[in-house]
């Protein structure tokens, strides 16, 4: 049995529309159904687009990858974007294969997602 995957909301309290989740552990089918009423009770707090960092995120498999999958949904359906940062190589590796890397639009940092997230305007 897996460790059980762990999400932190680690959002700056200034950004009222952007959730910024951190994962840790594994996720798999032992513990995608736990993930997934976590991830959505997290996202139920109204902000419309959402960063998961990926950084201590140690294995998914393809019961996480369909809850990234119904968040995603959750997430568009109220107008909002999500961006995944931080992936283990093997992980970013599997979303290009599949073609989800575009629909996620990974960035390598949390920093590199706020930049697609909110494009600088002009002064």
């Known amino acids: 049995m897996s460790a059980a995957v762990r999400v932190t909301d680690v959002s ?4 009222k529309e952007m959730l910024l989740l951190a994962l840790a552990g594994e996720l798999d ?6 993930f997934h009423h976590d991830l959505q ?10 960063v998961i960092d990926l950084t201590d995120l140690t294995f998914c498999d ?3 990858i369909q809850s990234f ?5 959750t ?3 109220r107008g909002g974007s999500i ?10 590796r599997l979303f290009h294969l599949t073609g989800l890397a575009q ?3 990974i960035q390598p940092t949390v920093a590199d997602a706020l930049k697609v997230l909110r494009p600088s305007r002009p002064s």
Do not use: K, W
């Open 103 to 105: 629909a996620f639009g």
């Open 41 to 50: 009770e997290a996202i139920g707090q109204g902000r419309n687009d959402l």
């Open 69 to 73: 999958l119904n968040t995603r949904q």
């Open 62 to 64: 393809s019961t996480g």
């Open 75 to 77: 997430v568009q359906d």
């Open 83 to 92: 961006v995944l940062v931080n992936l283990h190589p093997r992980l970013e």
């Open 12 to 15: 700056d309290p200034a950004v």
């Open 29 to 34: 089918y032992s513990n995608a159904e736990r």
